[in-house]
């Protein structure tokens, strides 16, 4: 176990961040539905107030995806203008882009456009970079240098955040349908 340690320094570095951004994950799945949504009565804030430690939580898939956006910069092994590359950054990167907008979601700064903007698009992007690597590496009709637990977690992150919006979809108030109420025609 040390010596794995000592030689993968940065894997063990990753592997704790991941462990630390899984705690955010089930508390996150264990909340109440209406427990970040919009509250017209505190000017847009959470309906809820939330531990330091959570909101400590939430920053640590940011620092996940950082790191393996270092990994994937720095990495030799691949080329320099590889298209699997250049995908991978650029859906590693709308992944930190979409927690960011989620964590400042859970400290009171609501931005919903940015919320809804940076989770379509990362579904987009993962839909177009991870699904089809992983498809294709596992059955062995593409060789990656990328491992397969990094796809497979970029998909569950899809699927995270298409849970996500269509919580904040189902359960959400959103200020203008409770300050402005559709006045009905007659």
Sequence with gaps: ?????????????????????AVYFFKTA???????TLNAEDNG??????????????????????LNIFKC???????????????ELVCLLSISLYFVAESRMIVGKRETSKFFSYGYTTILLVSLSALPNLILSAFWLLDTST???????QISFFLY??????????????????????????
Aim: charged share 15%.
């Design 147 to 153: 491992p397969l637990r990094v796809y497979a977690v």
């Design 73 to 87: 910069f720095f990495d030799m092994s691949k080329s320099v203008n590889s298209p699997i590359r250049m995908y």
């Design 30 to 36: 264990s909340l109440n539905p209406n427990a970040v």
């Design 1 to 21: 176990m040390s010596t794995y340690i000592k030689d993968s320094t940065f894997d063990f570095v990753l592997f704790f961040v991941a462990v630390l951004g």
């Design 161 to 186: 955040i298409a849970a996500r919006i269509y919580s904040q979809i189902k359960y959400g108030e959103f200020v203008l349908a409770r300050i402005l109420p559709i006045e009905k025609s007659e």
């Design 45 to 66: 804030a959470t309906s809820q107030k939330f531990s330091q430690g959570y909101i400590i939580f939430s920053f640590f898939p940011i620092i996940w995806t950082f």
